[in-house]
């Protein structure tokens, strides 16, 4: 449940960043772009899967650029279902997904570990001591 908050929340930001900069995707309420992150959220964890698997032929013939595509075309596809939530032209979903995309990227690296899943930076379950002697840096 914390990694969906988490990742939501990561979505969510990355949703109001691309409205800021691209100016075919807005939203009227507050309301509406957290209805509009949690269905791109839903989305990418089970519709983009069964997605890439389908288009995989297309995905290696175009040498992946067919999944900025996938992306661009779910998110013209949130207006759908979230008032409030407008994405003007493909265009703007192209450059949106593609904004989204990076920006999700950047905030995710903050919260994955070692492991590649994602914990929660301020938790610390468990600290082990350390036996043995310590090297410092210059012999010191």
């Known amino acids: 449940m914390r990694h969906f908050v988490i990742r939501w929340a990561v979505i969510t930001v990355a949703v109001m960043t691309a409205s800021a900069l691209i100016h075919g995707i807005r939203y009227d309420s507050t309301a509406s ?6 269905l791109l959220g ?11 698997i389908l288009s995989a032929p297309v995905i290696l013939l175009t040498l992946g650029f067919f ?5 661009a075309l779910m998110l013209l596809f949130v207006p759908n ?4 939530f407008h994405v003007d032209s493909f265009g703007s ?5 593609i904004i989204i995309s990076i920006i999700s990227w950047i905030l995710s690296a903050f919260f994955r570990g ?11 379950a468990q600290i082990k001591t350390v036996q043995g002697r310590v090297i410092e840096p210059n012999g010191r």
């Open 67 to 71: 999944i900025l595509v996938l992306n």
């Open 114 to 124: 070692s492991d590649g899943r994602v914990h929660v930076l301020t938790h610390h």
């Open 81 to 84: 279902i979230v008032t409030g």
């Open 33 to 38: 772009l957290i209805g509009a992150a949690l």
């Open 93 to 97: 979903a192209f450059w949106g997904a």
């Open 42 to 52: 839903i989305l990418n964890a089970f519709v983009r899967p069964v997605l890439l």
